[in-house]
Protein backbone atom coordinates (compact mmCIF):
# COMPACT_ATOMS: atom_id res chain seq x y z
CA UNK A 1 0.00 0.00 0.00
CA UNK A 2 1.50 3.64 -0.82
CA UNK A 3 -0.88 6.27 0.33
CA UNK A 4 -4.13 6.09 2.42
CA UNK A 5 -6.41 9.27 2.01
CA UNK A 6 -10.15 9.47 3.57
CA UNK A 7 -11.50 6.63 1.99
CA UNK A 8 -9.40 5.95 -0.64
CA UNK A 9 -6.25 3.17 -1.19
CA UNK A 10 -3.18 3.89 -3.65
CA UNK A 11 -1.23 1.04 -4.31
CA UNK A 12 1.25 0.42 -7.30
CA UNK A 13 0.90 -1.89 -9.86
CA UNK A 14 1.58 -3.26 -13.34
CA UNK A 15 -1.20 -3.53 -16.05
CA UNK A 16 -2.00 -7.35 -17.05
CA UNK A 17 -4.95 -7.08 -19.75
CA UNK A 18 -7.18 -4.49 -21.26
CA UNK A 19 -10.49 -5.22 -22.28
CA UNK A 20 -12.54 -2.16 -24.02
CA UNK A 21 -11.04 0.46 -21.43
CA UNK A 22 -11.41 -1.88 -18.28
CA UNK A 23 -7.39 -3.02 -17.32
CA UNK A 24 -6.49 -5.96 -14.94
CA UNK A 25 -3.88 -4.40 -12.30
CA UNK A 26 -1.63 -6.98 -10.31
CA UNK A 27 -1.09 -5.02 -7.16
CA UNK A 28 0.78 -8.02 -5.79
CA UNK A 29 1.26 -11.88 -7.27
CA UNK A 30 -2.16 -12.73 -5.34
CA UNK A 31 -3.88 -9.35 -6.00
CA UNK A 32 -5.69 -8.07 -9.50
CA UNK A 33 -7.98 -4.97 -9.49
CA UNK A 34 -9.97 -4.48 -12.35
CA UNK A 35 -9.51 -0.65 -13.33
CA UNK A 36 -10.64 2.32 -15.33
CA UNK A 37 -9.08 5.18 -16.10
CA UNK A 38 -9.18 8.46 -14.06
CA UNK A 39 -11.11 11.68 -16.01
CA UNK A 40 -7.65 12.98 -16.34
CA UNK A 41 -5.85 10.42 -17.92
CA UNK A 42 -8.64 10.44 -20.05
CA UNK A 43 -8.80 13.89 -21.08
CA UNK A 44 -4.96 14.33 -21.68
CA UNK A 45 -5.19 10.83 -23.90
CA UNK A 46 -2.71 8.78 -22.17
CA UNK A 47 -2.11 5.38 -23.38
CA UNK A 48 -2.12 2.99 -20.96
CA UNK A 49 -0.67 -0.50 -22.14
CA UNK A 50 -0.17 -4.32 -21.15
CA UNK A 51 3.02 -4.14 -18.59
CA UNK A 52 2.82 -0.16 -17.83
CA UNK A 53 3.61 0.67 -13.96
CA UNK A 54 0.52 2.22 -13.03
CA UNK A 55 -0.74 4.27 -9.69
CA UNK A 56 -4.40 2.67 -8.72
CA UNK A 57 -7.16 4.52 -6.49
CA UNK A 58 -9.44 1.92 -5.01
CA UNK A 59 -12.09 2.58 -2.65
CA UNK A 60 -11.33 0.49 0.96
CA UNK A 61 -15.15 -0.41 0.71
CA UNK A 62 -14.61 -2.46 -2.58
CA UNK A 63 -11.71 -3.09 -3.10
CA UNK A 64 -11.78 -5.38 -6.13
CA UNK A 65 -12.40 -1.97 -8.35
CA UNK A 66 -10.82 1.11 -9.11
CA UNK A 67 -9.13 3.96 -11.40
CA UNK A 68 -5.53 4.31 -12.72
CA UNK A 69 -4.48 7.95 -11.57
CA UNK A 70 -1.02 8.24 -12.89
CA UNK A 71 1.06 6.17 -15.33
CA UNK A 72 5.15 5.64 -14.31
CA UNK A 73 7.41 6.75 -16.93
CA UNK A 74 9.62 4.00 -18.30
CA UNK A 75 12.98 3.62 -17.22
Same mark, same amino acid.
Given at each position: ??????? $?????? *???? /???????????? #???????????? $?????? *???? /???????????? #????????????
Amino acid at each position: MVNCDRD $RMQFEG *IVVA /DNKGKFTVQVNP #TYNVLCTLAGKI $RQNSVR *ILPG /DRVKVEVSEYDT #TQGRIVFRMKAV
